[in-house]
């Protein structure tokens, strides 16, 4: 397994419809630990690494600037009967050298129950339009290059791997 970089420029579109019961928002620090909780309960359970506390001090780690700067509007939360179900953190730039300079999503991950209604594409589009306005039109990430689902999700969206600078 590789950890791929993946590009794509972004554009504006129009948002994806989230399914009736949800609602999409900024995240905020006081999501925390929700998000980490998600965040950990999210990973299928022999890809876990670490425990709840361990993904609760990385969510903390991103909102204390560890991977970039936060960038609220490009992020997104869903949540449903008040519980989140979905969360996508992106910074301004990732603060690591081997990353490009343009916005970045340090983290995507949708609670197993709900997955395939179209939340991951939802925020990614809030992140592509966002990046659109800016003066470096792209965003970037990392995935795991075994991780099937979530590639296929990243090529539909235009996502593809990151050439040379």
Known sequence: MAQLTLIADGRATAPLGLP???????????DTEKL??????SRVPGARHG?????????????QGEFGDFWPGASGVIER???????LLAVHRAPWDDTPDCPFITDLFTDQ???RQGLA????????????S?????VALRVDSDNTPAMRLYQRMGFGLRGPE
Do not use: H, M, N, W
């Open 20 to 30: 009736g019961g949800f609602a999409l928002r900024s995240p905020r620090a006081a």
């Open 36 to 41: 980490g909780q998600l965040y950990f309960d």
């Open 51 to 63: 425990d709840a506390a361990e993904a609760i001090q990385e969510v903390r780690s991103f909102f």
């Open 81 to 87: 009967d008040g519980k989140l179900v979905a969360a």
């Open 113 to 115: 129950r709900f997955r």
């Open 121 to 132: 594409r939802t925020l990614i589009i809030r992140c592509l339009t966002q990046a659109s």
């Open 134 to 138: 800016t003066a470096r039109p792209q």
